[in-house]
């Protein structure tokens, strides 16, 4: 994960192509960055955050 990117990743060839061809199920899951109501100890630019993950159902090929 790209620290603090909130943009989805460009979609490659990867690990949903291999586990097609592997016959294994695929898991999903996605980040999601929550900013606080709170500033930064050191810096008052930055808002603290926090992360969720999202874990989609198995998709089977």
């Known amino acids: 994960m790209w620290f603090n990117y909130r943009k989805p990743r460009p979609v490659k060839r ?11 199920p695929i898991i999903s899951c996605f980040t ?18 926090r992360y969720r993950l999202h874990v989609l159902p198995l998709i089977w090929p």
């Open 32 to 49: 999601e960055i929550i900013d606080l109501p709170k500033a930064e100890k050191n810096n008052d630019n930055f808002y603290q955050t």
């Open 14 to 24: 990867g690990a949903y192509y291999y586990a097609a061809r592997a016959n294994a």
